[in-house]
């Protein structure tokens, strides 16, 4: 059955990069395995949705045929189910899509699929990749960090690749052998029955690690399991302009396996609120009380920003509400290029008026002021 990528992460089939990317950083957040309440297999799917909808070509491909496959020269058809260069039936399956054919689709998908090949030929000798787990965690910055970038060191504990034996799992100094599980093959064939027929699919050899290959002497530290869960400390570079909630990965910086690629780091940043400042876009927003004589007559106000402080000119006669604008002290966006600040005015009236600032606005009313 085809999964419907755009479901999974809750947006609409037209919607952007950005919201894409936005719905699949809420919903990794909630659903991450490492989260109380978390589920590791609802972030998978997750997972794999976004590295579909976030790619052009996959997306145009699966928008197309409502599906992706990674098979050589498949236009369509089903994940694993690679029909490039024929099959076991002698036909042409590059352009069959069992997506909507209900549980047809989960029996071809059970019995074609697999990393090292299957009975069509379509999958050659590639043997899998294993790759770790990906995991996630959140940190706090304060406001100025958020606008200009910073550097912060992660201390986090996870499954590292063993120091002793760089993830091969031998003594250092060991021979390797060969796997008795799958005698060398690095894949473990089996076979299966269905109602179409007897089947013979292919799986990477847990053993070896689909290598072919066991060290002749365990590892003392990890045991023979190439990694040990510990801490490691991690440099973060967190971007000038980077917005509250928004996540950084870091790519590689997840669990590691024996004898494949690591998963990916995503680090959620909380950014601490400001006394003064807001942020909008580019441009930073701030409120400022004005007197109501320095209204009037106009007058220089010195405001603090998130460098050194800036003298400002409040014009003579300005009204409540307006909007001063001081340039290039924003959030930079570009080589170069900053957002500016805004000053939202607030004139501040007097609670309590003396016999002569009375006397002086009876003045000004008879003036019509």
Known sequence: ????????????????????????????????????????????????????????????????????????????????????????????????????????GDIFGEF??????SAFGGGGGRREVRRGRDISTEIEIAFHEAIFGAERNLLITKTSLCEICQGSGGQRGSAMKKCESCN??????????????????????????????????????????????????????IPAGIKDGEMIRMSGMGEAVSRGTPGDLYIKVNVEPHRIYRREGNN?????????????????????????PVKIKIPEGISFGEVLRVKGRGVPYAKGRRGDILINLNIKLPSKLSRTAREFIEKLKGEGV
């Open 284 to 308: 930073l927003i701030m409120d400022l009380n004005v007197r109501l004589s320095d209204a009037l007559l106009g007058t220089e106000y010195t405001i603090p920003t998130l460098e050194e």
């Open 184 to 237: 060398g093959a690095g894949k473990i064939h089996e076979t299966k029955r269905s109602i179409f027929g007897t089947f013979t699919s292919v799986r990477a050899c847990d053993a070896c690690g689909a290598t072919g290959e066991v060290p002749a002497e365990k590892c003392s530290d990890c045991r023979g399991g190439g990694v040990l869960k510990r801490e490691q400390e991690i440099k973060v570079i």
């Open 112 to 117: 074609f699929s697999g990393g090292g090949g």
């Open 1 to 104: 059955m085809s999964k419907d990528y755009y479901n999974t992460l809750g947006v609409e089939k037209g919607a952007s990069k950005e919201e894409i990317k936005n719905a699949f950083h809420k919903l990794a957040h909630k659903y991450h395995p490492d989260k109380k309440g978390g589920d590791e297999g609802k972030f998978k799917e997750i997972n794999e949705a976004y590295q579909i909808l976030s790619d052009d070509r996959k997306r145009a491909q699966y928008d197309q045929f409502g599906t992706y496959s990674t098979g050589g020269g498949q236009g369509a058809g089903f994940g694993g189910f690679s029909a490039g260069g024929g099959s076991a039936f002698g036909g042409d399956f590059d352009n069959i899509n069992f997506g909507g054919m209900g549980d047809l």
